[in-house]
C-alpha cells in the first residue's frame, strides 16, 4: 500500500508517520540489513557475512510463524496430558527459529527431512495446523489420514519427506533425496535435519562419505539442542563440535535461536551445496520441553538453565525485541497478534477434535500402491481377512 | 513342459578373475528336448532385465558394490556401466547402511534404484532402511511416499561360505507388510519376477541364488521379449501331480523336481510348485493343489524355525484342514549356524532324499 511505501523509508529509525490508518507493515519488502548477534563458527569454508538482508514483512512473518508454531506445541502439550494425544510427543517449542529461518533461505522444491521433533517443520513447510492436530489425535483429517501419528506428518507436494522414528535413518535418506535432486539435473537442495544425539550415528558418516565422493546436494543440519534424550552431549559425543565432525566435508556453526542468523546460513549452506557439494550445519538450539511428553526434562538439567535460556535466548523475544526496536510493529500490535494466532490454533484443535477416525477399512489400505490381489488378515484371519484392491 | 531339462555349471562363487568377460561355460548334463529352442542362464537372464528396464526408463539406476567397474561381484550387472555410464551404474563403498539409506531417499523423490547386496546377509546392516524407512512408508504416509525400490542379491547357501554368508532371509522379509518378496528359479522367472519388480511401484526384495546363476535354462520366445513380465503374487505349478504337493523356492525347486522324478519311479506322482513369490504368497495355488492331493511336503533351504513352510502349513491347516489325509511335512535346513566341513554342510542342507523320503511319508509309504 501507498502509506506504507512512504512510511519505511532506507533509514528504518525514522519514525514512521502515524495517521489514522493501520499501518500496512506486513507487506513491505523494503530490504533492511541487521546484523547477527553471534559471528558464525567456520570448519573449511569462509563464514558467511553477519549482516542478513531482510525486510520488516519478513521479520513480522517470523514472529508470526514462530508464535503460531510455539502455540501449536503448546497445545499439544495439553492435549497430550489430556490423554488425546498417544504414544510419543516430542515438542519443538524453543526451536523455531530453525523452522522459519530456514524456509525463509529455500523454496518448497528444496527438500527437506527431519526425525520425529517434526510439528514445526511441517508447519514451516506449509501444513496445515488442523491436519497436524488431527493426526496427533489419530484423526481421518491428519496429515496421514491418522495412521502416522506425531513421528510421521509428511507433505510430499511441498518437499516434505517426514517425519522419521528411527534416530539417524533420516540422514542417509536425506543424502537420497539429494542424490535424486541431482540426477534429475534440478537445482535444488536437500536438507536432512538431525540432533546432537543422532550426530554420532555411523550411518551418518557412510552417507556423509557417499554424499561428498558423489557431490550430493545435501545440507545435514545438526540442531544441536543439547540433549540427545537425557544424555548431555559432553557425555555423548567425545568431540561435540558438530560442525567440524565432517571432516573432510566444510561446516559451519550458528546461532540456532537467531531466526536471521538460521536463514544467513542456510542460503549460504544451499549456494554451497550446488557448487561443492554437501555441508554441515550446527545449529544451536535448545529444547524447553523434555525428549517428549514422557520426559519431565529436569532430571538432567536444572530448571534454572532451562528458564535462563527463555529469558536470554527465545528465539520469538528476539524476533519481538527486533520488530520494536526497528518500530515495525507497536507493543500492541504483537499482542494482536499472539492472540490471532491462539485463536487460530484453537480454532483449528476444535476442527481437529471434530474429524472423526478412520474407518475400520482404512486398517488394510496404503500397505502398497499396487495391491495385485494381496490378501491381507486381521488379529483372527477367520473373522477378519481382506483382498487388497 | 520343459521339466528339469537344463545344463547345470559348476560355480563358485563370482570372485575369479577369469569369470571376468566371460561367459560362463557348463557341462552338458541332459539332454534337450525342444529341439532349437533357446537356452538362457539365470545370470544372463537377470542381466538382460535390468539392462532393458534401464533402457525403457532413464529413473532406473544401479547402486551396490562391485556393480560398475568390476562388472558386478557376480556379473549379473555385466556391462551396464558400459552401456549406460557412471550415472546411472553407481559403486557404492562398503557401507550398507549408508547406500541402502540413499537408495531408499532417491525412491522417496520417484527415482527406481536396483541396489544391489553382495549377499543377503549384508542386508542385516540395512534392514533398518529396508523394513522402517521402505516398507513402512506409504502406509505411514497415508499414500504419499511409496517406494518404488528393488533391493536384490544372492540369498541362502553357497557352497563352503561358512555360517556367516550363507543364511536365507526369506521368512525375514515375507512377514512384513509393505513388502513385496520374489524367488526366481528358472531363467524366466528371473527374467519376468525382476522386470516385474523394477516396474512395481512398491519395494520389492529379489532373492536370487548364487548357485543358480550359472544353470542354464530353456526360454522362450515370449520370455525374451522387452515387454516380458510375471505377475506378482502368483506361484508356477512346474510340474503336475496327484498323490502329493511339494512346494518349495529358488534352488530347491530342481531339487523338488528331482524327487518327483525319483518318486514317478515308485509309482508316486508329486505335484511341484514353485512358489517365485513368497510375499504375497499365492495361498490360492498351494490350497487347491493341497486340496486334490490331499498330501503336502513344503521345502525350504532355510532355517526351520518360524519359515516359510511354517507359514504354508499353517495356511493348509487353516483353510484346507478336512482335505488332508496325513500331516504336513516339513524339509527345511538344519537348525544350526551353516558349517563349512562339506560333509556336514551337505548334512546341514536339504537334500533330494529328504524330500523324497516325506512324501513317501505322506503317503504313508514308510515310517
Known amino acids: 500500500m501507498a502509506l506504507s511505501r512512504l512510511s519505511l523509508r532506507s533509514n528504518p529509525f525514522l519514525k514512521p508517520s502515524t495517521t489514522s490508518i493501520r499501518r500496512h507493515v506486513s507487506t513491505d519488502t523494503t530490504p533492511i540489513t541487521i546484523e547477527t548477534a553471534v559471528p558464525f563458527e567456520s570448519h573449511l569454508c569462509d563464514a558467511p557475512s553477519r549482516s542478513v538482508v531482510t525486510s520488516s514483512s519478513e521479520i513480522l512473518s517470523f514472529f508470526r510463524d514462530m508464535a503460531r508454531m510455539r502455540r501449536t506445541e503448546i497445545a499439544a502439550d495439553s492435549l497430550y496430558k489430556a490423554k488425546m494425544i498417544r504414544g510419543f510427543c516430542h515438542l519443538y517449542d524453543g526451536q523455531e527459529a530453525l523452522a522459519v529461518g530456514m524456509e525463509a533461505a529455500i523454496t518448497k522444491k528444496d527438500a527437506i527431512i527431519t526425525s520425529y521433533r517434526d510439528h514445526c517443520t511441517f508447519l514451516g513447510r506449509g501444513g496445515e495446523l488442523v491436519e497436524a492436530f488431527s493426526e496427533l489425535m489419530g484423526r481421518k483429517r491428519g496429515c496421514s489420514n491418522g495412521k502416522g501419528g506425531s513421528m510421521h506428518f509428511y507433505k510430499k507436494d511441498a518437499c516434505f519427506y517426514g517425519g522419521h522414528g528411527?534416530?539417524?535413518?533420516?540422514?542417509?535418506?536425506?543424502?537420497?533425496?539429494?542424490?535424486?535432486?541431482?540426477?534429475?539435473?534440478?537445482?535444488?537442495?536437500?536438507?536432512?535435519?538431525?540432533?546432537?544425539?543422532?550426530?554420532?550415528?555411523?550411518?551418518?558418516?557412510?552417507?556423509?562419505?557417499?554424499?561428498?565422493?558423489?557431490?550430493?546436494?545435501?545440507?545435514?543440519?545438526?540442531?544441536?539442542?543439547?540433549?540427545?534424550m537425557g544424555t548431555a552431549t559432553w557425555r555423548s559425543a567425545k568431540s561435540p563440535a558438530y560442525f567440524k565432525r565432517g571432516d573432510y566435508v566444510p561446516g559451519l556453526k550458528v546461532d540456532g535461536m537467531d531466526a536471521l542468523a538460521v536463514k544467513q546460513a542456510c542460503k549460504f549452506a544451499k549456494e554451497h551445496a550446488l557448487k561443492n557439494g554437501p555441508i554441515v550445519l550446527e545449529m544451536d538450539t535448545y529444547r524447553y520441553h523434555g525428549h517428549s511428553m514422557s520426559d519431565p526434562g529436569s532430571t538432567y538439567?536444572?530448571?534454572?538453565?532451562?528458564?535462563g535460556v527463555r529469558q536470554v535466548r527465545d528465539p520469538i523475544e528476539r524476533v519481538r525485541k527486533l520488530l520494536l526496536s526497528y518500530d515495525i510493529a507497536t507493543e500492541k500490535e504483537l499482542k494482536d497478534m499472539e492472540k490471532e494466532v491462539r485463536k487460530e490454533v484453537d480454532d483449528a484443535v476444535a476442527q481437529a477434535k471434530e474429524s472423526p477416525v478412520p474407518e475400520p477399512s482404512e486398517l488394510f489400505t496404503n500397505m502398497y500402491v499396487k495391491d495385485c490381489g494381496v490378501e491381507s488378515f486381521g488379529a483372527d484371519r477367520k473373522e477378519l481377512k481382506v483382498t487388497l484392491t | 513342459m520343459w521339466g528339469i531339462l537344463r545344463r547345470s555349471a559348476v560355480d563358485g562363487g563370482g570372485f575369479s578373475s577369469s569369470s571376468l568377460g566371460k561367459t560362463r561355460f557348463a557341462l552338458v548334463s541332459a539332454r534337450s528336448y525342444a529341439a532349437g529352442s533357446k537356452e538362457m542362464t539365470v545370470r544372463d537372464a537377470l542381466n538382460s532385465a535390468i539392462d532393458e528396464e534401464m533402457s525403457a526408463d532413464p529413473k532406473v539406476f544401479v547402486m551396490g558394490e562391485e556393480v560398475g567397474q568390476y562388472q558386478g561381484a557376480y556379473k549379473i550387472t555385466k556391462g551396464l556401466l558400459e552401456k549406460y555410464g557412471p550415472e546411472r551404474v553407481y559403486d557404492t563403498p562398503i557401507t550398507e547402511a549408508g547406500f541402502t539409506g540413499?537408495?531408499?531417499?532417491?525412491?522417496?523423490?520417484?527415482?527406481?534404484?536396483?541396489?544391489?547386496?553382495?549377499?543377503?546377509?549384508?542386508?542385516?546392516?540395512?534392514?533398518?532402511?529396508?523394513?522402517?524407512?521402505?516398507?513402512?512408508?506409504?502406509?505411514?504416509?497415508?499414500?504419499?511416499?511409496?517406494?518404488?525400490?528393488?533391493?536384490?542379491?544372492?540369498?541362502?547357501?553357497?557352497?563352503?561360505?561358512?555360517?556367516?554368508?550363507?543364511?536365507?532371509?526369506?521368512?525375514?522379509?515375507?512377514?512384513?507388510?509393505?513388502?513385496?518378496?520374489?524367488?526366481?528359479?528358472?531363467?524366466?522367472?528371473?527374467?519376468?519376477?525382476?522386470?516385474?519388480?523394477?516396474?512395481?511401484?512398491?519395494?520389492?526384495?529379489?532373492?536370487?541364488?548364487?548357485?543358480?546363476?550359472?544353470?542354464?535354462?530353456?526360454?522362450?520366445?515370449?520370455?525374451?521379449?522387452?515387454?516380458?513380465?510375471?505377475?506378482?503374487?502368483?506361484?508356477?505349478?512346474?510340474?503336475?501331480?496327484?498323490?502329493?504337493?511339494?512346494?518349495?523356492?529358488?534352488?530347491?525347486?530342481?531339487?523338488?523336481?528331482?524327487?518327483?522324478?525319483?518318486?514317478?519311479?515308485?509309482?508316486?506322482?508329486?505335484?511341484?510348485?514353485?512358489?517365485?513369490?513368497?510375499?504375497?504368497?499365492?495361498?490360492?495355488?498351494?490350497?487347491?493343489?493341497?486340496?486334490k492331493t490331499s498330501r503336502l511336503v513344503t521345502v525350504e533351504e532355510g532355517f526351520p524355525q518360524h519359515g516359510v513352510c511354517a507359514e504354508?502349513?499353517?495356511?493348509?491347516?487353516?483353510?484346507?484342514?478336512?482335505?488332508?489325509?496325513?500331516?504336513?511335512?516339513?524339509?527345511?535346513?538344519?537348525?544350526?549356524?551353516?558349517?563349512?566341513?562339506?560333509?556336514?554342510?551337505?548334512?546341514?542342507?536339504?537334500?533330494?532324499?529328504?524330500?523324497?523320503?516325506?512324501?513317501?511319508?505322506?503317503?504313508?509309504?514308510?515310517?
Open chain 1, 166 to 228: 528411527i534416530v539417524g535413518a533420516q540422514i542417509p535418506l536425506g543424502c537420497g533425496l539429494a542424490f535424486a535432486q541431482k540426477y534429475s539435473k534440478e537445482e535444488f537442495v536437500t536438507f536432512a535435519l538431525y540432533g546432537d544425539g543422532a550426530a554420532n550415528q555411523g550411518q551418518l558418516f557412510e552417507a556423509l562419505n557417499i554424499a561428498a565422493l558423489w557431490d550430493l546436494p545435501a545440507i545435514l543440519v545438526c540442531e544441536n539442542n543439547h540433549y540427545g
Open chain 2, 312 to 367: 504354508i502349513c499353517a495356511s493348509v491347516v487353516e483353510e484346507s484342514f478336512s482335505y488332508l489325509d496325513a500331516p504336513v511335512e516339513r524339509i527345511a535346513g538344519a537348525d544350526v549356524p551353516m558349517p563349512y566341513a562339506a560333509n556336514l554342510e551337505r548334512l546341514a542342507l536339504p537334500q533330494v532324499e529328504d524330500i523324497v523320503r516325506a512324501a513317501k511319508r505322506a503317503c504313508y509309504r514308510s515310517k
Open chain 1, 301 to 307: 538439567r536444572t530448571r534454572d538453565e532451562v528458564s
Open chain 2, 102 to 291: 540413499i537408495g531408499v531417499g532417491a525412491a522417496y523423490a520417484g527415482l527406481k534404484p536396483v541396489v544391489e547386496f553382495m549377499t543377503f546377509n549384508f542386508s542385516m546392516q540395512a534392514i533398518d532402511h529396508i523394513i522402517n524407512s521402505a516398507a513402512k512408508s506409504n502406509y505411514m504416509s497415508a499414500g504419499q511416499i511409496n517406494v518404488p525400490i528393488v533391493f536384490r542379491g544372492p540369498n541362502g547357501a553357497a557352497a563352503g561360505v561358512g555360517a556367516q554368508h550363507s543364511q536365507c532371509y526369506a521368512a525375514w522379509y515375507a512377514s512384513v507388510p509393505g513388502l513385496k518378496v520374489l524367488a526366481p528359479y528358472s531363467a524366466e522367472d528371473a527374467r519376468g519376477l525382476l522386470k516385474a519388480a523394477i516396474r512395481d511401484p512398491d519395494p520389492v526384495v529379489f532373492l536370487e541364488n548364487e548357485l543358480l546363476y550359472g544353470e542354464s535354462f530353456p526360454i522362450s520366445e515370449e520370455a525374451l521379449d522387452s515387454s516380458f513380465c510375471l505377475p506378482i503374487g502368483k506361484a508356477k505349478i512346474e510340474r503336475e501331480g496327484k498323490d502329493v504337493t511339494i512346494t518349495t523356492f529358488s534352488k530347491m525347486v530342481g531339487f523338488a523336481l528331482k524327487a518327483a522324478e525319483k518318486l514317478a519311479e515308485e509309482g508316486i506322482s508329486a505335484e511341484v510348485i514353485n512358489l517365485r513369490s513368497i510375499r504375497p504368497l499365492d495361498r490360492a495355488t498351494i490350497n487347491a493343489s493341497v486340496r
